[in-house]
């Protein structure tokens, strides 16, 4: 990981900043920045529309995203659709799909609003039966638990690679497993998990994997769902307009059969370039070598907060663990961060749009998080160590 | 959230001056909103002030940012009344300066600031610029060949002019026959009906009569300030003057020339205020206590 902080601008301006909020959103290094930029310096166009040169160049360029991006999650460029972010990409599943057959759909207290909302508000207008599962104490989800809650009537099951909260890789594995043994769909809220870990969508046996580009080093507007091929046709579009119909005449649609039918409108082109572009400098480190990376500073935060008696919330395991501890320490959370935020350490505190898990955890009043991405280090780590016991002073 | 009002406040006045503190000011003006509203602030402003308040003490130290941080919401409310507290003071201040001249009101030991007749505004703590008049007429009392002199230049209308009164008529009497006072009216532009209360004394003084008028003056003191020579007369009925000479001297304005003589010497002496007291040369500035004087008689030979 040497020199790689030097990629980041960002670091760059603000030498003493100590940035541990990327469960939030990541920095971004030059190359994404340069390949976003790029776009708007020499394509400019619309893709898939214009037959002009640069309107074929963009089709292509965006096109070779796809490729890059899939092939970066394991997946086939067929069957990747963009979205704006994993939220978006988790509505279109909740909304797209038919529940006309089985109308059950379980998830687990420990997901994001993202996966939660949309899903919730299909149950109050009463399209679907939804079962929330529990969790433990330290805030995983047993499989057991799962195949309790999955059985013939579940049409979709809905969990994340790696939790916003405890920073828990989770089981989703296992979990497609049991969804597919009963016949039921298996959607993936990778937002965390595909930043922080080898994605392999075809070998996980994953039907839909929904992932932003925000949190991977990539551009904030833009991330994807991706799809079993075959499932793509079984999904209603959340949109619709340009780009998604061969013809409207007569009255009649005829819309298209790729997954461009679920990109409406002019894309995020320089979004997509983008995400390409983070997927490469991923790809040149290594996921192998991020996760190791991530243990690594994980084992430092562990130890730094226990070192403040600071009541941390999830698993005590180190192993499947990322660099994500959400913590308390006496007083108000919020508090805490914006006094760690004086001292040049930004962290997230609140709920971070996991209420529900948060509450299972115990944290009624919300959390502090701190989580660590490629460019953080050890030294930082210490710092925030040594923040915290300063902090301690006050309570 | 309490702390909003004072941020309000703050951030208000300086936003005037930098568009940089509006935002600031428009977080305050919600959070004043929302808690008049008997909503909870959602604007964060008063969290990050205590932040950084707390931040900024830990540095130097932990036990009292311990303090502030475990008493912030107490120490808000404490620092709000303080300062509500003190516009209040501040807004009395502006009224009595207003209404009397000074910023203590009436009853206060003090003295009215000037001046708009010699220009000599902000130098109350310097009365060593002050220059002795030269010139000893004016409205005298006591014996002419004393040793010991004393100069005052007052305005009628003013409390703390009045408010020396009793302390000249005292000295008189304690050190009868050692002193020499001499009274040169000095009526500020700030009072109302000042002037005419002067030239009203001034015209006693030609009856020999200018301690009763001067004492039914400062008995009617608001009085005269609101009402002037309607309220004068009526005084100078009461003070036992004739009448007919004084209205003749009054309304005639015949000591209007000499009123001018003492302003002029007034503004010669760079006089800032009343009362000012000259002990053979030696200023004094408001109604100090007796025993200032009477150390300044001594010093001066008497």
Same mark, same amino acid.
Not at chain 1, 92 to 98: H, P, T
Not at chain 1, 114 to 140: H, N, W, Y
Not at chain 1, 308 to 327: E, K, M, N, R
Not at chain 2, 1 to 27: G, H, N, T
């Given at each position: 990981?040497?020199?790689?902080?030097?990629?980041?601008?960002?670091?760059?301006?603000?030498?003493q900043?100590?940035?541990?909020?990327?469960?939030c959103? =990541?920095l971004?290094?030059?190359?994404v920045? /340069?390949?976003?930029?790029?776009?708007?310096?020499q394509?400019?166009?619309?893709g898939?529309?214009? =037959?002009?040169?640069?309107?074929?160049?963009?089709?292509?360029?965006?096109?070779?995203?796809?490729? *890059?991006?899939?092939?970066?999650?394991?997946? %086939?460029?067929?069957?990747?659709?963009?979205?704006?972010?994993?939220?978006e990409?988790?509505?279109?599943?909740?909304?797209?799909?038919d529940?006309?057959?089985?109308?059950k759909?379980?998830?687990?207290v420990?997901?994001?609003?993202?996966?939660?909302?949309?899903?919730?508000?299909?149950?109050d207008?009463?399209?679907?039966?939804?079962?929330?599962?529990?969790?433990?104490?330290?805030?995983?989800?047993s499989?057991?638990r799962?195949?309790q809650?999955?059985?013939?009537?579940?049409?979709?099951?809905?969990?994340n690679?790696?939790?916003?909260?405890?920073?828990?890789?989770? *089981?989703?594995?296992?979990?497609a497993?049991?969804?597919?043994?009963?016949?039921?769909?298996?959607?993936?809220?990778g937002?965390?998990?595909?930043?922080?870990?080898?994605?392999?969508?075809?070998?996980?046996?994953f039907?839909?994997?929904?992932?932003?580009? !925000?949190?991977m080093l990539?551009?904030?507007?833009?991330?994807?769902?991706?799809?079993?091929?075959?499932?793509? /046709?079984?999904?209603?579009?959340?949109?619709?307009?340009?780009?998604t119909?061969?013809?409207v005449?007569?009255?009649?649609?005829?819309?298209?059969?790729?997954?461009t039918?679920?990109?409406?409108?002019?894309? !995020?082109?320089?979004?997509?370039?983008?995400?390409?572009?983070?997927?490469?400098?991923?790809?040149?480190?290594?996921?192998?070598?991020?996760?190791?990376?991530?243990?690594?500073?994980?084992? &430092?935060?562990?130890? %730094?907060?226990?070192?403040?008696?600071?009541?941390?919330?999830g698993?005590?395991?180190? &192993?499947g663990?990322?660099?994500?501890?959400?913590?308390?320490?006496?007083?108000?959370?919020?508090?805490?961060a914006?006094?760690l /935020?004086?001292?040049?350490i930004a962290?997230? =505190?609140?709920?971070?749009?996991?209420?529900?898990?948060?509450?299972?955890?115990?944290? *009624?009043?919300? &959390?502090?998080?701190?989580?660590?991405?490629?460019y *953080?280090?050890?030294?930082?780590?210490?710092?925030?160590?040594? &923040?915290l016991?300063?902090?301690?002073?006050?309570? | 959230?309490?702390?909003?009002?004072?941020?309000?406040?703050?951030?208000?006045?300086?936003?005037?001056?930098s568009?940089?503190? #509006?935002?600031?000011?428009?977080?305050?003006?919600?959070c004043?909103?929302r808690t008049?509203?008997?909503? $909870?602030?959602?604007?964060?402003?008063?969290e #990050?002030?205590?932040?950084d308040?707390?931040s900024?003490?830990?540095?130097?130290?932990?036990?009292?940012a311990?303090?502030?941080?475990?008493?912030?919401?107490?120490? +808000?409310?404490l620092?709000?009344?303080?300062?509500?507290?003190?516009?209040a003071?501040t807004?009395?201040?502006?009224y @009595?300066?207003?209404?009397?001249?000074?910023?203590?009101g009436p009853?206060?030991i003090?003295?009215?600031?000037?001046?708009?007749?010699?220009?000599?505004?902000? #130098?109350? +703590?310097?009365p060593?610029?002050?220059?002795p008049?030269?010139?000893?007429?004016?409205m005298?009392a006591?014996?002419?060949?004393?040793?010991?002199?004393?100069?005052?230049?007052?305005?009628?209308?003013c $409390?703390?002019?009045?408010?020396?009164? +009793?302390?000249?008529?005292?000295?008189?009497?304690?050190?009868?026959?050692?002193?020499?006072?001499?009274?040169?009216?000095?009526?500020?532009p700030?009072?109302?009906?000042?002037?005419?209360?002067?030239?009203a004394?001034?015209c006693?003084?030609?009856? @020999?009569?200018?301690?009763?008028?001067?004492?039914?003056?400062f008995?009617?003191?608001?009085?005269c300030s609101?009402?002037?020579?309607?309220?004068?007369?009526p005084?100078?009925q009461?003070?036992?003057?004739?009448?007919a000479?004084? @209205?003749?001297?009054f309304? @005639?304005?015949?000591?209007g020339?000499?009123?001018?003589?003492?302003?002029?010497?007034?503004?010669?002496?760079?006089i800032?205020?009343?009362?000012?007291?000259?002990?053979?040369?030696? $200023?004094?500035?408001g $109604?100090?206590?007796?025993?200032?004087?009477?150390?300044?008689?001594?010093?001066?030979?008497?």
């Amino acid at each position: 990981m040497n020199g790689i902080r030097r990629d980041f601008p960002l670091l760059g301006a603000n030498p003493q900043l100590v940035y541990l909020d990327s469960a939030c959103t =990541s920095l971004k290094p030059a190359q994404v920045i /340069d390949a976003e930029t790029s776009y708007y310096t020499q394509l400019g166009a619309c893709g898939g529309r214009s =037959s002009h040169a640069l309107g074929r160049k963009t089709t292509e360029k965006t096109e070779e995203a796809r490729e *890059n991006v899939a092939r970066f999650v394991g997946a %086939e460029a067929s069957g990747l659709v963009w979205t704006r972010n994993t939220t978006e990409g988790l509505n279109m599943v909740a909304s797209g799909l038919d529940y006309s057959k089985r109308r059950k759909v379980v998830t687990s207290v420990m997901e994001h609003h993202a996966v939660l909302l949309p899903f919730m508000k299909l149950r109050d207008r009463g399209q679907i039966r939804l079962e929330i599962v529990g969790c433990e104490s330290d805030g995983t989800v047993s499989a057991g638990r799962w195949a309790q809650a999955i059985d013939r009537e579940t049409a979709l099951v809905v969990t994340n690679s790696g939790t916003n909260t405890t920073g828990w890789k989770g *089981n989703a594995r296992e979990v497609a497993k049991i969804a597919h043994d009963s016949g039921a769909l298996i959607c993936i809220d990778g937002a965390q998990g595909v930043a922080h870990g080898r994605t392999d969508f075809r070998r996980d046996d994953f039907d839909f994997l929904c992932f932003s580009g !925000h949190k991977m080093l990539g551009p904030t507007g833009i991330g994807a769902l991706v799809s079993k091929r075959q499932l793509l /046709d079984r999904l209603e579009p959340l949109m619709s307009g340009g780009g998604t119909v061969k013809a409207v005449s007569g009255g009649k649609i005829d819309p298209m059969n790729d997954q461009t039918r679920f990109e409406a409108g002019v894309q !995020h082109y320089g979004g997509i370039l983008g995400l390409a572009a983070a997927c490469d400098y991923l790809k040149k480190i290594g996921m192998e070598k991020v996760e190791a990376h991530e243990k690594t500073l994980g084992m &430092a935060l562990r130890r %730094e907060l226990e070192a403040v008696d600071a009541v941390i919330y999830g698993p005590a395991d180190a &192993a499947g663990h990322s660099a994500l501890y959400s913590f308390n320490l006496k007083g108000k959370p919020h508090d805490l961060a914006l006094m760690l /935020d004086r001292q040049g350490i930004a962290v997230r =505190s609140g709920f971070f749009c996991a209420q529900p898990a948060l509450e299972a955890l115990g944290a *009624n009043d919300g &959390a502090v998080r701190a989580s660590c991405y490629v460019y *953080n280090t050890v030294d930082e780590v210490n710092k925030f160590g040594e &923040a915290l016991r300063k902090l301690r002073q006050l309570y | 959230m309490v702390l909003c009002f004072i941020a309000f406040f703050v951030f208000a006045v300086m936003s005037i001056f930098s568009a940089k503190y #509006r935002p600031l000011a428009k977080e305050g003006f919600r959070c004043v909103f929302r808690t008049l509203m008997m909503k $909870p602030c959602d604007t964060g402003l008063d969290e #990050r002030i205590k932040a950084d308040v707390v931040s900024a003490v830990l540095k130097y130290s932990p036990p009292l940012a311990k303090v502030i941080n475990g008493h912030f919401a107490a120490l +808000s409310w404490l620092f709000v009344i303080i300062t509500l507290a003190s516009f209040a003071y501040t807004a009395v201040g502006v009224y @009595n300066f207003y209404v009397y001249g000074n910023c203590d009101g009436p009853q206060a030991i003090g003295a009215c600031i000037l001046n708009d007749i010699t220009g000599d505004y902000g #130098r109350f +703590s310097e009365p060593t610029d002050l220059i002795p008049p030269t010139a000893l007429d004016g409205m005298a009392a006591g014996n002419a060949s004393a040793n010991v002199t004393i100069i005052e230049f007052g305005c009628f209308t003013c $409390p703390y002019t009045k408010k020396a009164e +009793s302390t000249m008529k005292t000295l008189l009497q304690r050190y009868n026959g050692t002193i020499y006072y001499v009274f040169k009216p000095f009526p500020l532009p700030n009072h109302p009906y000042s002037q005419d209360a002067a030239r009203a004394v001034l015209c006693a003084y030609r009856q @020999n009569k200018s301690w009763e008028l001067q004492d039914e003056i400062f008995r009617q003191q608001q009085v005269c300030s609101e009402e002037g020579a309607l309220a004068l007369k009526p005084l100078a009925q009461n003070a036992g003057l004739d009448m007919a000479a004084f @209205n003749r001297c009054f309304d @005639n304005n015949e000591t209007g020339a000499e009123l001018e003589r003492y302003v002029q010497e007034g503004r010669d002496a760079h006089i800032y205020a009343t009362p000012t007291f000259f002990i053979n040369g030696k $200023p004094l500035v408001g $109604p100090k206590p007796i025993e200032e004087f009477e150390k300044a008689i001594a010093e001066a030979g008497g």
